[in-house]
């Protein structure tokens, strides 16, 4: 399962145990303002967490489903900061549709042996507004109960396990694809999440499961984006994630989890998206290549969603999905593309041609974009 480490919080406690259940926590802006520095005594208690945020995306949900979108009855949602300072600001707002944060703790010893373990954290839902001509009506969510595992302490390690999310308050009806084949209520969204704190003072996440439609972005302990769900599938989610096909029901779904784009991808994302001519959408099966190497080319694609193989030479060097930009190479360098992409999920794309990005930004572009010269040498790999 995807995993990614991060840094967390260390905290020495003086004359007094904890208990497992106690919640008090010493945040990062604390332990920094204070140099870090806490009286030594009997355990050294050290926090993580991790944190999803989950939105609709522009061109997010197809065919006759979006009609309410596009009489402004209902709304896409701008993509959350690329750093969460404040989650329940946010949601104060109704910025992102829903979010599951997962806090842990251990405490350890003199000699790192593990004596106790907590966690807590919570899941928040947002309502959802619907416009009726210049009123607006803020309908209540249906939030499910929070799921926690045990903590499971192995050695010098903890793992936590959360499970949060629900459903709008607002009908959906719709067609299903198992009985009762009509469907009113909303289908369920979450996510599942792992959390791993090991004695030494690091931590690792995992995203365990996740209903396949919003799109879900990962954050670590210092609130930083590191991973975001490569497919964000409405029509399965809406025909099959009801009733028990949720963890609710014991059914977790595997997500499909990619690397974040750079910072200029995200910035260029927008020029294409939102910086003058409507791009081009195009749909890509599973299986079917976007782009052949060694043929000729000279439009720039933005991945919306789904995964994407990188292929140089018939090997597989890299896999990208939602945000990352390509296709600038065959525009600086003689009109050919220089590797195969091929989707190993459908997906979708946003054709923009060469004259909407700046030439500058182009070059900068395609200087992280070199993954054939990354296997003629593997220590320059990134």
């Known amino acids: 399962m995807p995993e990614g480490r991060s840094g967390n919080v260390r905290e020495r406690y003086g004359r007094w145990p904890v208990a497992a259940d106690d919640t008090r926590y010493v945040s990062v802006t604390q332990m920094r303002d204070s140099g870090g520095t806490i009286e030594k005594g009997r355990f050294m208690r050290i926090t993580s967490s991790v944190t999803s945020v989950s939105w609709i995306p522009s061109e ?75 009123r607006s009506l803020a309908i209540p969510p249906v939030a499910f109960p929070d799921l926690r595992r045990d903590p499971d302490i192995a050695g010098d390690r903890v793992r936590f396990v959360q499970t949060t999310g629900g459903r709008t308050g607002a009908p959906m009806p719709r067609k ?25 003072g690091t931590s690792e996440h995992e995203v365990v499961g ?18 975001k769900s490569g497919l964000a599938d409405y029509r399965s989610w809406a025909g099959e994630n009801f009733g028990d096909r949720s963890p609710w029901g014991e059914h977790d779904q595997r997500a499909v989890v990619a690397e974040i ?21 195009r749909k890509i ?14 439009e720039l694609y933005l991945i919306l969603d789904g995964m994407f193989s990188v292929e140089v030479d018939g090997a597989s060097v890299a896999e990208i999905g939602p945000g990352a930009i390509v296709g600038e190479r ?20 946003a054709v923009a041609a060469a004259d909407q990005i700046d030439r500058t930004a182009l070059m900068e572009l395609s200087r992280g974009h070199r993954r054939e010269e990354d296997v003629a040498d593997p220590a320059s790999r990134r």
Do not use: C
Request: glycine share 10%; hydrophobic share 40%; charged share 20%.
């Open 261 to 281: 784009e750079t910072a200029l991808e995200r910035n260029l994302s927008t020029l294409i998206m939102r910086g003058g001519a409507k791009p081009e959408i």
């Open 330 to 349: 065959a525009v600086l360098e003689r009109g050919k593309r220089t590797s195969t992409l091929r989707a190993t999920t459908a997906g979708r794309v």
């Open 60 to 134: 997010a949900i197809p065919g006759a489903f979006k009609i309410p979108m596009l009489l402004g009855v209902s709304h896409y949602d701008p993509p959350p900061p690329d750093v969460l300072d404040d989650l329940e600001a946010l949601h104060a707002q109704g910025l992102f549709r829903f979010a599951n944060r997962l806090e842990g703790w251990i405490e350890v010893d003199d000699d790192g042996r593990i004596g106790n373990a907590g966690h807590s954290g919570q899941g928040l839902i947002s309502s959802t507004v619907v416009s009726l001509g210049a």
């Open 285 to 298: 099966k599973q299986g079917a290549t976007l782009t052949k190497q060694g043929h000729p080319g000279n």
């Open 176 to 200: 299903v694809n198992r009985p009762p084949f009509v469907q009113i209520t909303s289908p369920t969204v979450w996510t599942t999440l792992a959390l791993t704190i090991n004695s030494d």
């Open 210 to 227: 996740a209903s396949p439609f919003p799109r879900h972005w990962f954050f670590n302990n210092d609130g930083q984006l590191i991973q």
